[in-house]
């Protein structure tokens, strides 16, 4: 294809690279923050600070929605600990 093709092409890899650090960052972040204080940015300021601080950071809003739903338990993902019964032969 061309030398240019592979230079575009790497430059699009290094902006991705990049942005995805900083997408899954906030979506860490705006996880740990919804599990901690409630997935409503009316109640929780830190929610709502670190949601205006993305937003200028330009993540889009489907990042901070899956964040969002993951932390109150509707993505389908349970983080409690699961309970296990054994039983042994009887003697």
Known sequence: MGRAFQNRKES???TAD????????????????AKAGGT???????LR?????????QV?????DKALDKASGAGGEDFSPPVTKASAPAM
């Open 12 to 14: 699009m890899a290094k």
């Open 18 to 33: 990049a942005k995805t650090k900083v997408y899954s960052k906030y979506g860490r972040e705006i996880y740990v923050c």
């Open 40 to 46: 409503d940015p009316n109640g929780n300021l830190a």
């Open 49 to 57: 600070g670190l949601m205006e601080r993305a937003k200028k950071d």
């Open 60 to 64: 889009p809003s489907h990042v901070i």
